[in-house]
């Protein structure tokens, strides 16, 4: 049973931390306009963190007795997520971008400035409230880094001295949005948006970043009907832009063809992996594009539910992407017989996230959007047959649910002439790191990393991480492969770096990373990546031994064999791909031994400090959705 939420006002009435009556009806009214909903906890703690800076256990209580559920339950979400905290944050929260990126590009100088300026270490909040200052990993602007979110906004290229302006403005009391941005007020979503952060569009391609007519693509769905649809789609060769590759047609087909009376489409705007920017800027840019592919997607298996799920890092966009949201359900696009078709129904509501990488995992997104923590499902069943609610959905990337819709409007030929074999039609680059121009591409798959170094500007690039820190780092005698699902596959991420940078560091940092944003589900995963790092960082201080070699290979095949999702899966990826690829970078730091004694990896005992070092808890599921 839970505690009625009054009884906390009236038990213990000396406590500090207890909540006060206008309080509790404010998270109860919070609760309400979720429809009491368990399926919405996401949208509650996001709303009770913003109305409080913090959800403490006594809002969990409150919480948890609106919604049904036990506070341990509660506390099982609110804990999961980055964003989410326990103690109240500062009015103004600080979230400096700590990629590796930004850190080449001076984060080191900015954060010192940020210190000085608050007389706070990151980490901390100031004793008046005012401000919080922490780090959180890539916020999607590293060709704009350093970058930082304040609140709910953004601000990029940051320098020691816009940071001692800004935080002298925010001391005087002026609000983030004036001084982010002038006339914030009376300026549209879309002109926030681009105003605060650039396109740095560089490269625009026939598909996606060229004109596009309004809805052509939906409009030509609507002639020719469901099948046809995903005729068209699988005739096209468009394969999923989100990391997999995995071929769109197909994916629809199955949701298609299981039995079901309802289902759902999702966009995955979740884009967290290190460097990737591309969906970002569709976002900005194409964001009718985005829904009209969805809704092309819901006619294609019969859906009538969407969900765009946005990164909380993205928060800037929500205004952009509602009001758009809007604008479609005026204009008949969303909504009751959208364009005049009796029983094509259907609606898209937006998820925002709260800081967690993993929830660009299907599975784990699909947990987001059901309320609890992101915590990857087990696989089978795939999300077509049983996914959101256990209905069969379609989850897609946002770069591909564009495709998909200019495939519609110019037919499966035309895409399919562009690209390769197997890697038909264009794709978005999101180039970061040394080069002189960052930023978008637009290129049709097959270009060799060479051809896209020159575009760039980056004559002095050593190394190219192809696809995030879950892809492959390559070296300069490997520039001419090719960017195709064949060779160099990618979500998206280029990041270049010069001779001047230590792969060691690069690898110990998106070490560290995974580390970071391991959900904590797996052993091998929750443990054997923070072995990984830190025998990294015995290589990085020249302690390793020969034998340090084996053990970085043999713990990576057990983290990729044992792990259940994507992300232990290719977690190793930055040291096994360095291994091949930059070997001397290795043997360069081992000293000779005296000592033959192989390191051992003993995962029970190590697990304890592990944990600690992982500072994540594992997570308690009491929900049943079958009830
Ligand atoms: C750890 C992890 C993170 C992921 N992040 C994303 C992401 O941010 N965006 C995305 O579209 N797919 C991401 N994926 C891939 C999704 O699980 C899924 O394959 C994809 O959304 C399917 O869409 P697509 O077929 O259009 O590519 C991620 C996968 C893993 C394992
Ligand atoms: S592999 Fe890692 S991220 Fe995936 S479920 Fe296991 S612990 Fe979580």
Same mark, same amino acid.
């Given at each position: 049973m839970h505690t009625h939420p009054m009884a906390l006002i009236s038990k213990n009435s000396a406590r500090k931390d207890r909540l006060s009556p206008d309080e509790v009806r404010i998270i109860q009214s919070i609760c309400e306009d979720m429809g009491n909903n368990p399926l919405r906890m996401m949208d509650i703690l996001l709303r009770t963190q913003d109305q409080f800076r913090c959800i403490s256990p006594q809002a969990m209580e409150v919480i948890a007795a609106a919604t049904g559920l036990s506070r341990i339950a509660v506390e099982g979400v609110a804990s999961f997520y980055a964003f989410f905290s326990s103690e109240p944050k500062g009015r103004v929260t600080i979230r400096l971008c700590d990629d590796i990126i930004d850190r080449f590009a001076g984060l080191g100088e900015v954060a010192a400035a940020f210190e000085k300026a608050l007389s706070i270490k990151v980490g901390e909040t100031t004793d008046d409230g005012a401000f919080s200052l922490e780090y959180t990993p890539c916020i999607g602007l590293c060709d704009q880094a350093p970058a930082a979110m304040i609140n709910d906004l953004v601000v990029t290229r940051l320098t020691p001295e816009s940071v001692r302006e800004l935080i002298a403005s925010l001391q005087a009391g002026a609000r983030p949005e004036d001084v982010l941005l002038d006339r914030f007020d009376e300026r549209t979503p879309y002109e926030r948006a681009t105003r605060m952060v650039a396109n740095n569009i560089r490269h625009a391609g026939a598909v996606l970043l060229g004109p596009v007519p309004m809805d052509a693509g939906l409009a030509a769905a609507v002639e020719t009907g469901p099948a046809q649809i995903i005729?068209?789609?699988?005739?096209?060769?468009?394969?999923?832009?989100?990391? &997999?590759?995995?071929?769109?047609?197909?994916?629809?087909?199955? &949701?298609?063809?299981? $039995?079901?009376?309802?289902?759902?489409?999702?966009?995955?705007?979740?884009?967290?992996?290190?460097?990737?920017?591309?969906?970002?800027?569709l976002l900005t840019e194409r964001p009718h594009l985005v829904f009209e592919g969805m809704t092309i997607a819901a006619r294609a298996i019969n859906a009538t539910e969407g969900i765009i799920y946005l990164r909380g890092e993205y928060v800037y966009l929500r205004d952009l992407l509602e009001e758009v949201l809007e604008e479609r359900r005026a204009r008949g696009l969303l909504g009751q017989g959208i364009m005049g078709v009796d029983g094509f129904d259907f609606d898209i509501r937006l998820q925002l996230g709260a800081g967690a990488y993993i929830c660009g995992e299907e599975g784990a997104l699909i947990s987001s959007c059901e309320g609890l923590p992101g915590e990857p499902k087990t696989r089978p069943p795939f999300p077509v047959t049983r996914g959101y609610l256990g209905l069969p959905t379609v989850v897609n990337n946002v770069e591909t649910l564009c495709h998909a819709a200019r495939i519609l409007d110019r037919g499966a030929k035309w895409f399919s002439d562009m690209g390769t074999e197997g890697s038909n039609g264009t794709k978005l680059f999101s180039v970061s790191g040394d080069c002189l121009n960052p930023g978008i591409y637009e290129l049709p798959y097959g270009l060799t990393v060479e051809e896209l170094l020159e575009m760039?500007?980056?004559?002095?690039?050593?190394?190219?991480?192809?696809?995030?820190?879950?892809?492959?780092?390559?070296?300069? !005698?490997?520039?001419?492969?090719?960017?195709?699902? !064949? !060779?160099?596959?990618?979500?998206?991420?280029?990041?270049?770096?010069?001779?001047?940078?230590?792969?060691?560091?690069?690898?110990?940092?998106?070490?560290?990373?995974?580390?970071?944003?391991?959900?904590?589900?797996?052993?091998?995963?929750?443990?054997?990546?923070?072995?990984?790092?830190?025998?990294?960082?015995?290589?990085?201080?020249?302690?390793?031994?020969?034998?340090?070699?084996?053990?970085?290979? !043999?713990?990576?095949?057990?983290?990729? $064999?044992?792990?259940?999702?994507?992300?232990?899966?290719?977690?190793?990826?930055?040291?096994?791909?360095?291994?091949?690829?930059?070997?001397?970078?290795?043997?360069?730091?081992?000293?000779?031994?005296?000592?033959?004694?192989?390191?051992?990896?003993?995962?029970?005992?190590?697990?304890?400090?592990?944990?600690?070092? &992982?500072?994540?808890?594992?997570?308690?599921?009491?929900?049943?959705?079958?009830?």
């Open positions: 005729r068209t789609l699988e005739e096209s060769g468009l394969r999923g832009c989100g990391g &997999a590759g995995f071929p769109t047609g197909r994916k629809w087909r199955a &949701a298609a063809e299981t $039995e079901a009376d309802r289902r759902v489409v999702i966009c995955n705007a979740d884009e967290g992996e290190p460097g990737t920017f591309k969906d970002r800027v760039v500007g980056a004559d002095d690039a050593a190394a190219v991480l192809v696809g995030g820190p879950s892809g492959t780092m390559i070296a300069r !005698d490997t520039f001419h492969r090719r960017l195709t699902f !064949d !060779d160099l596959a990618t979500g998206g991420a280029i990041v270049v770096f010069n001779g001047e940078r230590n792969i060691l560091e690069v690898v110990e940092y998106y070490m560290s990373f995974f580390v970071h944003e391991s959900c904590g589900y797996c052993t091998p995963c929750r443990v054997g990546n923070v072995f990984l790092q830190r025998a990294i960082g015995k290589f990085r201080k020249g302690l390793a031994n020969p034998t340090d070699i084996d053990y970085l290979r !043999d713990l990576s095949d057990t983290i990729i $064999e044992t792990s259940r999702c994507g992300l232990g899966m290719t977690s190793p990826n930055p040291i096994l791909s360095t291994l091949e690829n930059f070997p001397l970078v290795y043997s360069a730091m081992v000293k000779p031994s005296t000592d033959r004694t192989r390191a051992t990896f003993d995962i029970q005992s190590a697990i304890d400090s592990a944990r600690k070092l &992982a500072k994540r808890r594992s997570h308690i599921y009491d929900r049943d959705f079958t009830k």
